[in-house]
């Protein structure tokens, strides 16, 4: 039986070369039948096809097999030098479009071309902006496994169960590589190795530290324990707070039962379980009484920045509320006055049990005429500090409103009902006529108060417009 020569000797003798290239090695050498086919035939021409070399390195990048049949026939040879930033496309080229291989070969060579890739991709980084390196650096694995796998004509899932073989055993990858197994196969046989070594790492992994516990208690004196946040923050807000961009909810839930409630329709949400485990249930989270402590208010010439809306998923005010609630909130926020707190209720009576804030919002809730006696009578009886801001939203407005006297009123805000999914069923959007908004504005004009037309005014189902014919 004849003896194949070893190539990492047989490059000793041929001083054009430093070594042999990383990348040489991801391809199988020749079956030992094939490789004496390939003596024979170098033998009878006496010369043998250009073996590839690295420009900048010396190093042999393809042609092992050729090199030991050179060595055993001593037969002449050519070089030619290839640029390192063409290597991977030449020898990926002439290895993988001039050989047969099999699917699995194939997503194991893509697997071990997978480390070439990510290196180019480093290098293309170098000469980018320093932002644009740290935004593509979270992406750089899956892009350079995406290019082998295209290189090699396989999908990327091909590719990571390739990387699963090779991690749990270089050596069966090797007989997929050889085309002794399927990738399939290679699964199966290396599938115990690696169940034992997530039993060890399951074994080795330390034991989780248990978070702090948070208690959320409700109006009727429920409780219920969740994982405290480590930092209780603000909230940044969407589009539908449009006039703050914090929101910050130590107590949610309301029992006012308006069909149309935004608020509503988020805690009985399956994404917010975890925080809202009573739902819609009154609740008080004293954890997030530290949020405007915590919150760094940004250096911002945008108003809104400093802005936090109080308890948008309920209301604070209403009269299930327990007093406590509301003056351990109120207490919060004089602990940080830095903030301007906006505050909105259907029942602005009880404004009348805190101290002022300086900065402060107090606003009371429109949405019916029948609303405005009750809000008028009750925005003007407590007291009036310098510095706040007593306020009136119309949102939704839902029927043709009148004000008598708006002396007291700081800013009047006009909205429409948004869609909202309830417990019992689909809500769709309503927006009110366009004469109505129209006759809210004379109004404030009229009496000299600032008004803000929400959005939702011209989106679905949007505010009729009148649109009339001449006489």
Same mark, same amino acid.
């Given at each position: 039986m004849k003896t194949l020569p070893n190539i990492n000797e047989v490059?000793?003798?041929?001083?054009?070369?430093?070594?042999?290239?990383?990348?040489?090695?991801?391809?199988?050498?020749?079956?030992?039948?094939?490789?004496?086919?390939?003596?024979?035939?170098?033998?009878?021409?006496?010369?043998?096809?250009?073996?590839? !070399?690295?420009?900048?390195?010396?190093?042999?990048?393809?042609?092992?097999?050729?090199?030991?049949?050179?060595?055993?026939?001593?037969?002449?040879?050519?070089?030619?030098?290839?640029?390192?930033?063409?290597?991977?496309?030449?020898?990926?080229?002439?290895?993988?479009?001039?050989?047969?291989?099999?699917?699995?070969?194939?997503?194991?060579?893509?697997?071990?071309?997978?480390?070439?890739?990510d290196a180019q991709a480093k290098k293309r980084q170098i000469r980018k902006p320093a932002d644009s390196v740290v935004q593509e650096v979270a992406q750089q694995n899956t892009k350079a496994?995406?290019?082998?796998?295209?290189?090699?004509?396989?999908n990327h899932t091909y590719v990571d169960q390739a990387r699963k073989v090779m991690e749990a055993s270089p050596?069966?990858?090797?007989?997929?590589?050889?085309?002794?197994?399927?990738?399939?196969?290679?699964?199966?046989?290396?599938?115990?190795?690696?169940?034992?070594?997530?039993?060890?790492?399951?074994?080795?992994?330390?034991?989780?530290?248990?978070?702090?516990k948070a208690l959320i208690v409700t109006a009727d004196g429920r409780t219920s324990e969740i994982d405290k946040p480590e930092k209780p923050l603000f909230n940044q807000t969407n589009d539908s707070v449009s006039w703050a961009n914090w929101t910050w909810n130590p107590v949610t839930g309301c029992e006012h039962g308006c069909k149309f409630c935004?608020?509503?329709?988020?805690?009985?949400?399956?994404?917010?379980?975890?925080?809202?485990?009573f739902q819609f249930a009154p609740a008080f989270h004293d954890y997030r009484l530290s949020a405007p402590a915590n919150t760094k208010r940004k250096d911002s010439e945008d108003s809104r920045d400093g802005r936090v809306f109080v308890c948008s998923m309920a209301d604070l005010f209403g009269k299930w509320v327990p007093d406590d609630w509301i003056k351990q909130v109120f207490s919060a926020c004089q602990k940080s006055p830095e903030w301007e707190y906006l505050f909105?209720?259907?029942?602005?009576? !009880?404004?009348?049990?805190?101290?002022s804030l300086p900065k402060a919002w107090f606003g009371a809730s429109v949405i019916k005429q029948g609303d405005v006696d009750r809000v008028t009578r009750d925005m003007t009886a407590f007291d009036v500090h310098d510095g706040i801001t007593r306020w009136v939203s119309l949102e939704p407005m839902l029927e043709p409103i009148v004000f008598g006297d708006l002396s007291w009123c700081d800013l009047m805000v006009i909205g429409a009902q948004t869609s909202t999914r309830q417990p019992d069923g689909f809500v769709p959007a309503f927006s009110p006529k366009f004469e109505?908004?129209?006759?809210?504005?004379?109004?404030?004009?009229?009496?000299?108060?600032?008004?803000?037309?929400?959005?939702?005014?011209?989106?679905?189902?949007?505010?009729?417009?009148?649109?009339?014919?001449? !006489?």
């Open positions: 490059i000793a003798d041929y001083p054009e070369f430093t070594g042999i290239h990383p990348i040489a090695n991801v391809f199988p050498m020749k079956p030992d039948d094939e490789f004496w086919e390939l003596v024979e035939h170098i033998r009878l021409v006496g010369v043998a096809d250009k073996l590839l !070399r690295e420009k900048e390195t010396g190093l042999l990048i393809d042609g092992r097999n050729r090199l030991m049949a050179v060595s055993i026939t001593h037969s002449l040879f050519e070089i030619e030098d290839i640029p390192s930033d063409a290597v991977i496309a030449y020898v990926t080229a002439k290895n993988l479009h001039a050989k047969k291989f099999n699917a699995s070969q194939r997503a194991m060579i893509a697997e071990r071309l997978r480390p070439f890739y496994r995406s290019e082998a796998g295209r290189a090699a004509g396989v050596q069966v990858a090797q007989n997929v590589l050889d085309g002794k197994l399927t990738l399939k196969e290679a699964l199966v046989e290396v599938a115990p190795i690696i169940a034992a070594a997530k039993r060890e790492d399951v074994a080795n992994r330390p034991s989780p530290v248990p978070r702090e935004y608020a509503r329709e988020i805690a009985n949400s399956d994404r917010m379980a975890s925080v809202y485990p909105l209720t259907k029942w602005p009576k !009880r404004y009348s049990m805190i101290a109505w908004v129209a006759d809210l504005v004379a109004q404030c004009r009229s009496q000299n108060v600032p008004y803000y037309l929400k959005p939702n005014l011209l989106s679905e189902p949007g505010m009729e417009i009148a649109q009339m014919e001449p !006489r």
